[in-house]
């Protein structure tokens, strides 16, 4: 299996907005790619590196006794999948970690299904290591790690499900617009820049969206529009 990229250089400002480092679990049944994630991950400033787990029934376990802030979920894992231990974690915990999906493979069907979970993003494992950890900085800052084409692709492949449909009148027009923004990748600054409009407007947006579309969070929004067909695979930006 593929491990982490050591390549590195200087990591932006670590931990949170108020210097507070990051507690991270790292989940993964290859005991050569755990170890080599904790040892690089743990070397990053702002992050600290809580515990490991090997399947996602350990993964769920070891979240619900150790409280990391981030969960870096493989999703090909014995005994309980990372989809399934992400919505376990997501429903059983009354303040549940950040997710984010480790992968080898960006077009792997287990990604869209993770996302569509609640999984904050997801990274590749071949990626340096001062990326998969500004990622997890990332999603413990509430924000989601989006790769677009990657997404795209992953959602194209995949045969919509008719449940799964976006009644399009319960969104307003406005609304349908940040959401289609938010499929390109835009963060909200980005978003208000575009349609000239305030931040706060644009969260009041965000969070209007996500209620009105059931979504966990902004990636689970993103993968709900390219599967409804409000966003076209290929055609968002």
Known sequence: MTGPDPTDAAPEAPGDATGTPVTLLIADDDEVTRSGLRTLLAAQPGITVVGEAADGVDAVEQAQRLRPDVVLMDVRMPRRNGIEATRQLLAES???PKVVVITTFENDGYVTAALSA??????LKRLPVRQIAEAVRVAAAGEAILFPAALRRMVSARPLDSAEALPRAALTVR?????RSMATGQSNPEIAESLRVSLETVKTHVGNVLTKLGAQNRTHAVVIAYESGLVVPGLAG
């Open 175 to 179: 609304e349908e617009e940040v959401l």
């Open 94 to 96: 009354a303040a549940p």
């Open 118 to 123: 609640g999984a904050s993003g997801f990274v």
